[in-house]
T-cell receptor, first 114, second 115 residues
Framework: EPEVTQTPSHQVTQMGQEVILRCVPI?????FYWYRQILGQKVEFLVS????????KSEIFDDQFSVERPDGSNFTLKIRSTKLEDSAMYFC????????????FGPGTRLLVL | AQSVAQPEDQVNVAEGNPLTVKCTYS??????LFWYVQYPNRGLQFLLK??????LVKGSYGFEAEFNKSQTSFHLKKPSALVSDSALYFC?????????????FGKGTHLIIQP
């Protein structure tokens, strides 16, 4: 069964450094998402991406964040200058066309900013 | 703005007993409702969803959920709990706003099934 994959599984970085989190969505999916989950808190929507542009973004997704689909398979989240409060689990999700379709989530990348 | 409430941080159920995990929502327009389960150090796994039609939806691992429009609820149920059902359960909602709507999640409910 096709799955969303994410790399790396864990990343430790210093405050102020740039990080890039990578995701490979399910191959026939066209909508892509990033969510984050701060330890012990709920999952929060960051951004959705369709047709090579951002469809929707939350208040969390400020200028420090950017997303890109650099090729036909990868979907990336870049945090330009990490802060301590960016420490969280970051989940990528994807779905096929249509509002009724289910978003399928990857296993997540745990980011720790020191 | 849409929101989801899961009023219980934790639900304890004896193995073999029925379980219910509560969820209420607020959304403008028609809701699309989802349940996901998260095992320790794992991602979110889809359990079931309500889009339209029959108010009782059936999903993976014997779970089902009942959509109640008047009470704006979407409680997750299972007739007979297993120890392996112990996990963190998230209810989520989105509305019919377009094809790329982000999900709004509740804070999650820890389900503990005692042998």
């Amino acid at each position: 069964e096709p799955e969303v994959t994410q790399t790396p599984s864990h990343q430790v970085t210093q405050m102020g450094q740039e990080v890039i989190l990578r995701c490979v969505p399910i191959s026939n999916h066209l909508y892509f998402y990033w969510y984050r989950q701060i330890l012990g808190q709920k999952v929060e929507f960051l951004v959705s991406f369709y047709n090579n542009e951002i469809s929707e973004k939350s208040e969390i997704f400020d200028d420090q964040f950017s997303v890109e689909r650099p090729d036909g398979s990868n979907f990336t989240l870049k945090i330009r200058s990490t802060k301590l409060e960016d420490s969280a689990m970051y989940f990528c999700a994807s779905k096929t066309t249509g509002v009724v379709e289910t978003q399928y989530f990857g296993p997540g990348t745990r980011l720790l900013v020191l | 703005a849409q929101s989801v409430a899961q009023p219980e941080d934790q639900v304890n159920v004896a193995e073999g007993n029925p379980l219910t995990v509560k969820c209420t929502y607020s959304v403008s327009g028609n809701p699309y409702l989802f349940w996901y389960v998260q095992y320790p150090n794992r991602g979110l796994q889809f359990l079931l969803k309500y889009i339209t039609g029959d108010n009782l939806v059936k999903g993976s691992y014997g779970f089902e959920a009942e959509f109640n429009k008047s009470q704006t609820s979407f409680h997750l149920k299972k007739p007979s709990a297993l120890v392996s059902d112990s996990a963190l359960y998230f209810c989520a909602v989105t509305n019919v706003g377009g094809g790329a709507d982000g999900l709004t999640f509740g804070k999650g409910t820890h389900l503990i099934i005692q042998p």
